[in-house]
């Protein structure tokens, strides 16, 4: 068996303010934000009044492995 590289994910993270961050990710045109909302901005500290509630990673990573 063979063991090699078949793909290097090319993903750039800017992190903007507070919990906001933008990941550029492949094949998309713009950056997806990602942030804290709800009882995850709760569990965090985060005012969602000062820091607009985006999707959490979690969600992506849950939406992937569900896909």
């Not at 090699?4 to 045109?29: C, D, F, M, N, W």
């Not at 965090?44 to 509630?53: A, F, I, M, N, W």
Request: proline letters at 6%; zero cysteines; charged letters at 20%.
């Amino acid at each position: 068996m063979h063991n090699h590289v078949v793909y290097t994910s090319q993903v750039k993270i800017e992190r903007v303010k507070g919990p906001l961050r933008r990941a550029y990710l492949p094949q998309e045109k713009a950056p997806v934000a990602f942030g804290v909302h709800s009882e995850i901005a709760a569990h965090y500290g985060v005012d969602t009044k000062v820091h607009e509630p985006h999707a959490t990673t979690l969600g992506y990573i849950v939406a992937a492995a569900a896909g």
